[in-house]
């Protein structure tokens, strides 16, 4: 898959260096190349770049099923690959203008650290919305992130934006903002701290997808009709935070009765990487003591 525009711009790149009085044109964050070709930003003192974690197919059987679609974190900069996860640091920008800044920069690294690969086509790209932005932007939401995508000439509609956890009080909000992203041409998906919420969001909002935390989903009759209704209204099931076999015996019990594919994601399966292909011999993670929660993600 070829992406003339984005080809052009890393062009231009090529060769920066972390120039703190060099902005990029097209987004005004300081963007620039590794030796690897692997794009970084600049937050303050911190440099930024890109890791992805797959998305895969729940199977009956044993083992890994195939990629679906990888979902960007920020990651300090690290020659090895083996940099901090940077989320949290939207909690803790000063000001609502550097929150904002801060994530249109990690969405666009990620756009360009993903679509500059080969196995990009394998699957779509999710990226998570943080909450302090869901209030810190007064106007059309996801607007400016789509002229940057048509600006390196990127699918949009492969990109699936991640709306955080929403408070009852806060529905107003959500459905605003889902409307406005919808209105941009981006699919959307809605997090759920377990099956109840899940059912509670798909009465209040019509997402594309619903994500689910893993940690201790059991095979009962909630959790059987929540996968009913999201089969009968085309709604993708997403089980985050997998970690432990037990959860995934759980998942791959429902995956046998589910009339939908199911999915799922987490260090049970695959440590988040740059390079998408080193996936491809990842061997699965089967530590208890190994926790999502260090991603900082939603």
Not at 27 to 40: F, I, N, P, T
Not at 55 to 79: D, M, T
Not at 270 to 284: G, I, R, T, W, Y
Request: negative net charge.
């Amino acid at each position: 898959m070829s992406f003339p525009a984005l080809e052009q711009y890393l062009a231009r790149l090529n060769g920066a260096r972390d120039d703190p009085n060099r902005n990029d044109v097209r987004s005004g964050c300081r963007v620039w190349l590794d030796g690897g070709g692997r794009a970084q930003g600049r937050y303050f003192n911190t440099a930024l770049t890109s890791v992805f974690q797959p998305l895969r197919r729940i199977e009956a059987g044993a083992g890994k099923g195939a990629i679906v679609g990888y979902e960007g974190f920020a990651h300090s900069y690290s020659a090895s690959d083996n940099g901090l996860y940077l989320w949290k640091l939207l909690d803790h920008a000063a000001s609502d203008d550097e929150s904002i800044a801060l994530d249109r920069l990690c969405r666009m690294l990620h756009s360009i650290n993903f679509y500059r690969q080969e196995d990009a086509a394998a699957g779509d790209l999710y990226l998570s919305v943080h909450a302090r932005l869901l209030a810190a932007v007064d106007s059309n939401h996801g607007m400016a992130f789509r002229r940057i995508l048509n600006l390196l000439g990127l699918p949009h509609d492969r990109i699936v934006l991640q709306l955080p956890a929403i408070t009852e009080n806060q529905g107003w909000l959500l459905n605003y903002v889902l409307d406005n992203y919808r209105r941009n041409h981006f699919r959307l998906a809605v997090n759920a701290d377990d099956v109840a919420q899940a059912a509670a969001l798909l009465e209040r909002v019509k997402p594309d997808v619903i994500k689910i935390d893993a940690r201790g989903v059991t095979h009962d009759e909630q959790t059987t009709r929540l996968l009913e209704v999201c089969a009968t209204r085309g709604i993708q099931v997403i089980f985050k935070r997998l970690e432990k076999p037990r959860d995934l015996e759980v998942l791959q019990q429902l995956a046998r009765i589910s009339a939908h594919p199911l999915h799922a994601q987490g260090f049970l399966w695959d440590l988040p990487q740059a390079a998408l292909h080193a996936f491809a011999d990842s061997p699965p993670l089967q530590q208890d003591g190994i926790s999502t929660e260090t991603l900082d993600r939603n």
